[in-house]
């Protein structure tokens, strides 16, 4: 098996598909999505909002990483080197 995560999000008691391929994903309080793929390329999910939480797109950020988290205070990230980073962008 490769370590390949589908995104689905969960619309009431079901869940849907969200095409893109990602290996980890982390949602803000927000509402920001962020994730990395198996290029460890980082990702935004556009057009977020609480009337649409599927968003529109993934758009691609400058970069590389193994990991990112967004929270309260901001996105942060994880380089293959174990390099803490924060996103200024």
Do not use: D
Not at 57 to 77: A, E, F, K, M, N
């Amino acid at each position: 098996m490769n370590n390949i995560l589908l995104f689905f999000i969960a619309i009431g008691t079901q869940w849907r598909r969200i095409k893109g391929k990602l290996k980890q994903i982390e949602s803000g309080p927000n509402g920001a999505v962020w994730g990395v793929n198996r290029k460890n390329n980082i990702l935004t999910r556009a057009g977020v909002s609480r009337r649409n939480p599927v968003g529109t797109h993934w758009v691609t950020v400058g970069g590389r990483l193994s990991h990112v988290t967004v929270g309260c205070t901001g996105i942060y990230g994880v380089s293959r080197n174990y390099a803490v980073w924060r996103y200024t962008g």
